[in-house]
């Protein structure tokens, strides 16, 4: 049953946002290899399909809640803003996992207002990003304070030592000592599945995925890894989020199934707003990993 005020005012929210969106040619996919697989559309009917099927995804994600129209991409035709103004700004690709890290934290934070999202194209940056911004040239990157800093562990940490909002390390020492023991071993964690697409995932990453069930069991006062959200559910999720819909698409094959603590944890997950903006477009995903992990060299 659907609701019609409900109905009129999502209808409303999802045209707000559409119109809001920026001319096409300032929306790039952010990967120079992946980009040579998609077709930009041409005709103006393709244009709004194209829209609502992945150039909107996240602008209609945001739809459903409180409403962030997601600014433009800067280009290597744009004009940087006026850096250093005193405006915070947390420059991310909407693509990209590890600022999608920063991201959720600023929205669980509500600091929607407070840092602004500054979208930067990857596949053709401008060249202020590298030469004023963040020399690494890699996104995410906070201009915050005068400073830039970088590293999405780093800057999930920062974000939530140094602004208003929830708290995303509990107080509990042992549930602290848990989040370093996890954020520590992400970077095992991402190796193994990652290396598991040249071979069976099937069998391969099962440990990997078997490591988060078994994370899953050791608290008990919520569903995520520390009981309630926390900087280890920001640093984990996008990467589960890309495996999830990666290895469905591509080897059949549900992490969540025999792992009921995964499956509530994707199903909560998907209940907070400030992550939903954030999720990836699968399509572009499916396509990345592809050309990035599968294709021969
Ligand atoms: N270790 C970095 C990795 C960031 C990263 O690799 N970002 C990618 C996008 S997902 C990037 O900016 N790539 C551009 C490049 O490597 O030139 C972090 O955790 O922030």
Redesign the pocket.
């Known amino acids: 049953m659907t609701c019609p005020r409900a109905g009129s005012r999502m209808t409303a929210l999802v045209t707000k946002a559409l119109i809001k969106l920026p001319p096409l040619h300032l929306y790039s996919y952010s990967y120079k290899t992946v980009s040579r697989h998609f077709k930009l559309p041409k005709a103006a009917s393709d244009y709004y399909s194209f829209n609502l099927s992945t150039r909107s995804y996240s602008a209609l994600m945001a739809a459903s809640a409180i409403e962030e129209v997601l600014p433009p991409y800067f280009d290597a035709t744009s004009e940087p803003p006026p850096l250093f103004d005193g405006t915070t700004r947390l420059y991310v690709?909407f693509q990209?996992?590890?600022?999608q890290r920063a991201w959720i934290t600023r929205n669980y934070k509500g600091l929607q207002d407070e840092i602004k999202l500054a979208p930067i194209d990857?596949q053709n940056r401008p060249a202020w990003y590298k030469e004023k911004v963040y020399p690494e040239?890699?996104?995410?990157a906070l201009e915050h304070n005068g400073k830039v800093i970088?590293?999405?562990?780093d800057l999930v940490k920062y974000i939530d030592s140094n602004f208003e909002g929830p708290a995303l390390l509990p107080d509990d020492p042992i549930k602290q000592q848990f989040a370093e023991e996890m954020i520590n071993y992400f970077e095992t964690f991402l190796k193994n599945v990652i290396t598991s697409f040249k071979g069976d995932p099937v069998k391969e990453a099962g440990a990997a995925f078997d490591y988060l069930e078994t994370s899953l069991q050791k608290f008990d006062d919520g569903p995520f890894f520390l009981g309630q959200f926390s900087q280890v559910d920001a640093v984990y999720v996008p990467f589960i989020e890309r495996f999830q819909i990666f290895l469905q698409e591509v080897f059949n094959y549900d992490i969540t199934s025999g792992r009921p603590k995964l499956a509530a944890y994707l199903e909560e997950m998907n209940k907070i707003d400030a992550y939903k903006q954030t999720k990836c477009d699968p399509k572009y995903l499916v396509q990345f990993y592809k050309t990035r992990f599968l294709a021969s060299s």
């Open positions: 690709n990209c996992p590890y600022a990857l040239n890699k996104v995410p970088g590293e999405s562990l």
